[in-house]
Nanobody, 117 residues
Framework: QVQLVESGGGLVQPGGSLRLSCAFSGSIFTIYTMGWYRQAPGKQREFVATIASGGSAVYADSVKGRFTISRDNAKNTVYLQMDSLKPEDTAVYYC???????????WGQGTQVTVSS
């Protein structure tokens, strides 16, 4: 069973940076497309970015040019580097793993990111 553990959230000022990590275990990391989603208070969970096992990435328009998703297949870890953070980036950020064949999705427990002065 896939387990995902996020870390790296916290409080940061507008314009600052944070790096989220998601540790994957329980299966073969390279057969999963990994992603980040977020959910702000009172809003639906929304897509942030995904990365395939080969490294190709897709971003939401709202984060393009500011966030970078990456993965280390040797460490079974996916990262989200967040730069130029804005108050509207405040949300719980969730790691997501989607099996490339079965499309079964697993979720982490989330990590809070708060952007405020």
């Amino acid at each position: 069973q896939v387990q995902l553990v996020e870390s790296g959230g916290g409080l940061v000022q507008p314009g600052g940076s944070l790096r989220l990590s998601c540790a994957f275990s329980g299966s073969i990391f390279t057969i999963y497309t990994m992603g980040w989603y977020r959910q702000a208070p009172g809003k639906q969970r929304e897509f942030v970015a995904t990365i395939a096992s080969g490294g190709s990435a897709v971003y939401a328009d709202s984060v393009k040019g500011r966030f970078t998703i990456s993965r280390d297949n040797a460490k079974n870890t996916v990262y989200l580097q967040m730069d130029s953070l804005k108050p509207e980036d405040t949300a719980v950020y969730y790691c997501n793993a989607r099996h490339q064949l079965t499309r079964v999705v697993s979720w982490g427990q989330g990590t809070q990111v708060t952007v405020s002065s």
